[in-house]
């Protein structure tokens, strides 16, 4: 898949965000959670979004019943490792620790930050998760 193809906007987003929460759904139980003040052109701006979304597959469709329904193909910590990923190739030549690397540089890190992700280097370099490696 082309990075372009990856990324996904906000509202793309919004509808994954309530897949995960509510699992397999309508768009009309979508619909409801995502614009409970209704309005026509709510269902069809769902259903569009969840045709991208289907075509990015980050979505399946159940045509099954007699009623379709969507579920979400891909979970959340996946979906940020790819538009990390896709954000590294479009600035970083592809290096995620580049992309990183600047974030810390420039962003800066609170003490809390620094101190989680330290631990986090500290388990990944663990005998242990070698072994699992």
């Not at 193909?73 to 580049?98: P, W």
Request: hydrophobic fraction near 35%.
């Amino acid at each position: 898949m082309a990075p372009s193809n990856r990324k996904i906007t906000e509202a793309e987003l919004g509808v994954l965000q309530a897949l995960w929460e509510l699992g397999d759904v309508s768009v009309r139980q979508l619909v409801d959670r995502l614009y409970p003040e209704g309005g026509p052109s709510a269902p069809p701006t769902v259903q569009k979004l969840l045709e991208r979304l289907e075509a990015k597959g980050f979505v399946n469709r159940d045509r099954s019943g007699t009623v379709q329904t969507f579920h979400a193909t891909i979970g959340h910590g996946s979906l940020v490792n790819l538009q990390l990923q896709t954000v590294a190739e479009e600035l970083c030549g592809g290096s995620v620790s580049s992309l990183l690397t600047h974030f810390v540089e420039n962003e800066g890190l609170d003490a809390g930050q620094r101190q989680a992700l330290r631990k986090l280097i500290d388990e990944w370099e663990s005998p242990e998760q070698e072994e699992n490696r």
